[in-house]
């Protein structure tokens, strides 16, 4: 039974040290009862509390890191089953499949992608960081492996059956921490065992939840943490089930031997990439911690990674920008003064569309909570008497002592009493209701 945050601090050592990342004991108990921390983070933490604690400490899905740098991967850490509870925690990583049958020209060409693709989108930088390597030969998977984290610094999945050709591609790399792909019944021992003695993680992998469950056993009694599973889901159905099940029995019947995080392999599912790409998104909708693709198209990857970030984006706290004058495009003290709030999504559309005016303008920034306009102007944070001493504490009217100020023109019924409230010469001018407007409406404001 899960402890609470009280019955936990009753047994750490009170000394609030601080050298656990927490300001207090308390703070580290509380964070011990949601599963957001390890008690192993405590450096003073008795055996006998370690004893009583014990699993009841660990977050339900353990949390596992492959990888290593920018290009690292962190999954699992995850403690509720469906988002608007509280929020996942670690974004899945993308990653793609390369094998000892492509030739040198696809592998590098899988590798540049790997090492270039990246997208940002409201303020996140999103990129695939996995390279799967599959080869049967030691020295081919060992040879792989080196050419994938010289040329990308990608986090590594080993796939081989032979316990020697594993060791012999990961032991070079132990500090990337690769993870070793995958322990099943006939092999456990010596998987698990080469995994402790390089102290890198490894996957299970079982044909039935039953014997994935019974090896994930295993892994609890030896102590293993850093594991991840693979139910050998062959359909959507299954990885529908699977993962689900998997999940639940995690989540809500905090069952360890399944309280791991899991790999995906649509690549081995369909020969057709649409096909794939749907496999892929499932995988990411149903928990799934490592998604591999056949390939890198742009046009599949994209949508998959702007997936994962909107699942995973805390719904209590949406996406925001800092308060503040924004700089677009060198403005000067004519350039135009626009109004907006700091959810992120609005921010990056209007300063986009801003910018492509190629107008020079400030684009003043109000803290609404992360709301967008229309939202945060029912809510009573984006009106008049807020937008007013926001503007007047900024600092724009010795940026741009012109005092003109453009609104968005889904709030035009505030313009008259925000200029009320600004008084002092300020004129109130209500903007454009779509931001693809934004550039013409600019424009105009100039020639005048």
């Given at each position: 039974m899960a402890l609470s945050g009280l019955e936990i601090f009753k047994l750490l050592p009170k000394t609030n040290c601080k050298e656990c990342g927490q300001a207090t004991c308390m703070a580290f108990a509380m964070q011990l009862a949601a599963g957001k921390a390890e008690l192993d983070e405590c450096p003073y933490v008795s055996d006998e509390a370690k004893a009583q604690l014990g699993e009841a400490s660990a977050p339900p899905v353990r949390k596992v890191t492959i990888g290593a740098g920018d290009m690292a991967v962190t999954i699992g850490e995850e403690t509720v089953l469906y988002r608007h509870e509280k929020r996942f925690e670690n974004m899945p990583g993308l990653g793609v499949l390369i094998t000892d049958q492509m030739d040198d020209g696809q592998v590098d060409t899988l590798l540049g992608q790997l090492k270039d693709m990246e997208f940002n989108y409201v303020g996140q930088d999103l990129r695939p960081r996995v390279a799967a390597i599959r080869a049967a030969d030691g020295d081919k998977l060992a040879a792989l492996a080196a050419k994938a984290d010289e040329q990308a610094g990608a986090a590594l999945v080993l796939i081989s059956d032979d316990v020697a050709a594993l060791k012999a591609a990961a032991e070079p790399l132990k500090d990337k921490k690769p993870l070793l792909y995958a322990a099943t019944e006939a092999n456990f021992d010596e998987v698990s065992a080469l995994a402790k003695e390089l102290e890198v993680p490894f996957a299970i992998k079982a044909d039935s939840l039953e014997k994935l469950a019974d090896l994930g056993q295993k892994a609890v009694d030896g102590d293993f943490k850093e594991v991840v599973l693979d139910p050998s889901s062959t359909t959507l159905g299954d990885v529908l089930k699977d993962q689900t099940l998997i999940r639940r029995a995690a989540i809500k019947k905090t069952f360890r031997p399944l309280g791991f995080p899991t790999i995906g392999f649509p690549c081995d599912m369909t020969d057709d990439k649409l096909q794939e790409a749907v496999f892929a998104s499932t995988f990411i909708a149903k928990y799934a911690g490592i998604i591999i693709l056949s390939d890198l198209d742009p046009a599949r990857v994209l949508p998959l990674l702007y997936l994962g970030q909107n699942i995973?984006?805390?719904?209590?706290?949406?996406?925001?920008?800092?308060?503040?004058?924004?700089?677009?495009?060198?403005?000067?003290?004519?350039?135009?003064?626009?109004?907006?709030?700091?959810?992120?999504?609005?921010?990056?559309?209007?300063?986009?569309?801003?910018?492509?005016?190629?107008?020079?303008?400030?684009?003043?920034?109000?803290?609404?909570?992360?709301?967008?306009?229309?939202?945060?102007?029912?809510?009573?944070?984006?009106?008049?008497?807020?937008?007013?001493?926001?503007?007047?504490?900024?600092?724009?009217?010795?940026?741009?002592?012109?005092?003109?100020?453009?609104?968005?023109?889904?709030?035009?019924?505030i313009s008259g009493e925000l200029e009320e409230e600004l008084g002092d010469g300020w004129e109130v001018q209500v903007g454009v209701r779509e931001a693809a407007d934004i550039p013409k409406y600019l424009r105009q404001w100039s020639e005048n």
């Open positions: 995973y984006t805390d719904p209590q706290r949406p996406m925001q920008m800092d308060e503040g004058i924004y700089e677009i495009n060198d403005p000067d003290a004519d350039s135009p003064i626009l109004v907006t709030t700091n959810f992120s999504l609005t921010y990056f559309t209007v300063s986009s569309e801003v910018e492509a005016s190629k107008v020079p303008a400030w684009l003043c920034v109000m803290d609404v909570e992360g709301q967008s306009v229309l939202t945060a102007w029912a809510a009573g944070k984006f009106v008049a008497d807020a937008i007013a001493p926001f503007l007047k504490k900024s600092g724009i009217e010795e940026k741009a002592p012109h005092k003109k100020l453009v609104i968005p023109g889904y709030v035009a019924q």
